[in-house]
């Protein structure tokens, strides 16, 4: 028999006091009714409980990565029951030596991790009319912008998509701040947003109301003066939390549900129904999608250790993908089901390349693929999925590699890693789970060796991670990469010179490699349909 | 009859691996069983206690969470008999119901473990904050509360609806993967 509504929801309030130490003895004794009389309700107590464990877990992990941040040389770890470990010092010496290794404990899957400030975060991607205020605030045609920048829109409409790949279409007059690839501010003026669900969480604000979004779009509108604004869905669902007020609990607001927010309180939208009709009537934008060219590698059919290419729009000089350092016999093996037809399989042993002169070029990429990575992975088998080396002065003689992550001190162990000359970005999804994952990695490298290198990481279409900075230490080469460049590598880990020791061990399939930074919802469609949209194509979703 | 050290090297590696490795989940099964957090690590310490003393019994191959997990079983027996009540809710029927049911769910609470990294992601960075504070070590409600700019009713009040929420997601996630 499965438990009523109203039976979890007194399980749950049961768990809750349980957890918080505030459990009555009527409680404990309906909680221990409950206990011995369903086994139903033993697997919702034990699934509830299992829940504060693993939350125990990983926020003691974020106080750990908190304590690296800021004091990077103490290495032993001293907060949480990781310091109650300490009491086992005075065990036989096999305890001791464990001691040592459980203090450095590795990181479980974590949350992102925080970016540097001067990043850039979203791209201006259409436009209609638009004027900018004044020259200090325009932003060209397609162009980036930084956390933190302003935008003062003084009439038409402007396309803003942040690389969590919510995208928000603004009307002049409108003043808008960039807070992060998922936070924005709306100072005045009005704005409708739309919001996939890989961007769920994506929030607005202003002095009156804070907007998140629960998978949605919605329109606000905002004074001049920032004392009012209404939200209004359009579909899906928001939380808007007034920011002003004596009643600031948060309002879940639905399709077709309106609100104004004022400083003196919240109150209905008494035009709402006009404006509902006003908001059905599309705007058609100029977008600035440029055309994609790309290679693609489906992995499907092989001729012996050569897997085929093809190409979209200008095609590159690329070339098929011929495997090494495999045995006749063990080619069968290689080539398994995968994500999409057929997989190539990486064994620990074998890798993979082909010519790509392209791709050393110091021009935008993308490199997207489906990986599978087994759950008893070592970490030896973190290097490479992907490799290459820039022609780059930012890169020097580092080649870039995408894996997974196998440094503790940096990071949880096997999320998604891309290293690359002068930085590092970290994912925070564990790969190492035996299931395919979608995974996406942007370079977009600077115009000379001073300018921002920029590397953005999507996993399953979600955007988790870009790149920062080496630690202290690290060092940058001069010297220019000669023998890995004009070559992509697949399944290992490249030196200066040459292909190193280390092997990537999982399953790889579906590997595209375009020619510019794709645009988030350009990943989240690669991912459901394994095909690029075409410009024209992309030009008309965009309409809607 | 005493190992060789080499055998003794080996054998020590082998369970600081395995220990590292499932030490989340040996806490998890003992939490469940005594749901106060100071009273599970003291547990856990001493369930790592009785590991080390027994490693040599454990057979290659077998479970080693459910081999833990018994042996935690019986630390917490152990205190139930020695301290009466202390650091043990429940009575010995329910406390033997449930760890039987919890010994079941091991593979499900490691996937929803897992799950519960990308739901919290999901949240609000203020509501992911202040779920994170509470659990933080040393910290609690009212720590949690002070730093978010909450009353103390408020933060519990939002604790357990973020908890519900969280649950939810969980088991959605979970079976989204199931459906595909």
């Known amino acids: 028999m499965n438990l009523a509504d109203k039976e979890i929801l007194e399980l749950n309030e049961l768990c809750h006091v349980l957890v918080e130490g505030t459990l009555s003895d009527a409680q404990t004794s309906r909680l221990a009714h409950w206990l011995a009389t369903s086994e139903e309700a033993r697997q919702f107590y034990v699934r509830a409980m299992g829940l504060s464990a693993s939350l125990f877990s990983y926020a003691s992990e974020m106080q750990t990565e908190e304590s690296d941040t800021t004091a990077p040389a103490a290495k032993i770890v001293d907060v949480g029951w990781w310091a109650r470990w300490a009491k086992l010092g005075a065990l036989a010496a096999a305890a001791s030596l464990a001691l040592v290794l459980w203090l450095e404990w590795p990181k479980q899957p974590t949350l992102p991790v925080p970016a540097p400030t001067d990043e850039l975060v979203a791209q201006l991607t259409g436009a209609k009319a638009c004027q900018w205020v004044d020259n200090g605030s325009s932003v060209q045609p397609g162009g980036r912008l930084h956390k933190g920048q302003k935008l003062e829109l003084a009439k038409g409409f402007a396309e803003i998509t942040f690389d969590s790949g919510a995208q928000i279409v603004l009307e002049g007059p409108a003043s808008l701040d960039v807070k992060s690839a998922w936070a924005a501010t709306l100072n005045r003026g009005t704005l409708k947003a739309s919001i996939p669900p890989e961007a769920m969480g994506f929030s607005i604000s202003n002095p009156t109301v804070e907007v998140v979004d629960l998978g949605t779009e919605f329109t606000m509108f905002a004074d001049a003066i920032g004392s009012a604004t209404e939200v209004l869905v359009l579909k899906g669902e928001v939380e808007a939390q007034p920011n002003a007020g004596a009643d600031q609990q948060p309002i879940v607001l639905r399709e077709r549900e309106s609100r104004r927010f004022a400083t003196s309180g919240v109150s209905i939208v008494h035009d709402s129904e006009e404006k509902f009709a006003q908001l059905a009537q599309s705007v058609l934008l100029d977008h600035f999608i440029p055309p994609t060219d790309y290679m693609h590698w489906s992995f499907n059919e092989a001729d012996g250790d050569i897997f085929k290419a093809d190409a979209s729009g200008t095609p590159f000089a690329a070339a098929d993908l011929k495997l090494e350092n495999v045995l006749s016999s063990a080619l069968a093996g290689a080539h398994s089901a995968g994500r999409w037809g057929h997989a190539l399989q990486f064994d620990g042993h074998l890798f993979a390349k082909a010519a790509f002169p392209d791709i050393s070029g110091n021009t935008p990429h993308t490199v997207v693929f489906w990986v599978k990575v087994p759950k008893d992975a070592n970490l030896s088998n973190a290097y490479a999925m992907v490799a290459w080396s820039m022609n780059s002065k930012n890169f020097g003689s580092h080649p870039i590699h995408i894996g997974w992550n196998r440094n503790p001190n940096e990071g949880t162990v096997g999320v998604l890693r891309t290293d690359y000359g002068g930085g590092f970005a970290l994912g925070s999804t564990p790969l190492r789970d035996g299931r395919w994952h979608h995974v996406s990695v942007i370079l977009i490298p600077g115009e000379d060796a001073k300018s921002f290198v920029e590397v953005k990481q999507y996993v399953d279409g979600r955007f988790e991670g870009e790149g920062n900075p080496s630690p202290p230490g690290s060092e940058i080469f001069s010297k220019l990469s000669g023998a890995t460049s004009g070559t992509v590598w697949l399944g290992c880990r490249l030196g200066i010179n040459s292909v190193r020791q280390e092997r990537f061990r999982g399953e790889m399939d579906e590997l595209f490699i375009a020619d510019r930074a794709l645009e988030p919802w350009e990943i989240v469609q690669l991912m459901k349909d394994n095909q690029l949209p075409q410009s024209e194509l992309a030009a008309a979703k965009k309409q809607n | ?180």
């Open chain 2, 1 to 180: 009859m005493k190992q060789e050290p080499q055998d003794e090297t080996e054998s020590r590696k082998r369970l600081m691996t395995l220990m590292t490795r499932h030490q989340r989940q040996i806490f998890g099964y003992i939490y469940t069983l005594v749901p106060n957090r100071y009273d599970a690590e003291d547990l856990l310490q001493e369930t790592s206690l009785v590991i080390c003393e027994k490693f040599d019994e454990f057979e290659e191959g077998t479970d080693f969470v459910a081999w833990a997990c018994q042996i935690a079983y019986w630390r917490i027996r152990y205190s139930r008999q020695k301290f009466a009540r202390s650091k043990v809710v429940f009575n010995q029927e329910i406390l033997d119901a449930v760890a039987r049911t919890a010994s079941t769910m091991t593979s499900e609470l490691d996937s929803r473990h897992e799950a519960l990294g990308n739901c919290l992601q999901k949240l609000h960075p203020r509501d992911r904050e202040l779920v994170l504070t509470r659990y933080e070590p040393g910290s609690g409600v009212e720590e949690a509360a002070r730093r978010s700019g909450r009353t103390l009713q408020t933060a519990y009040k939002a604790l357990a609806r973020l908890r519900k929420l969280l649950l939810d997601c969980v088991s959605n996630q979970l079976a989204g993967r199931g459906a595909t």
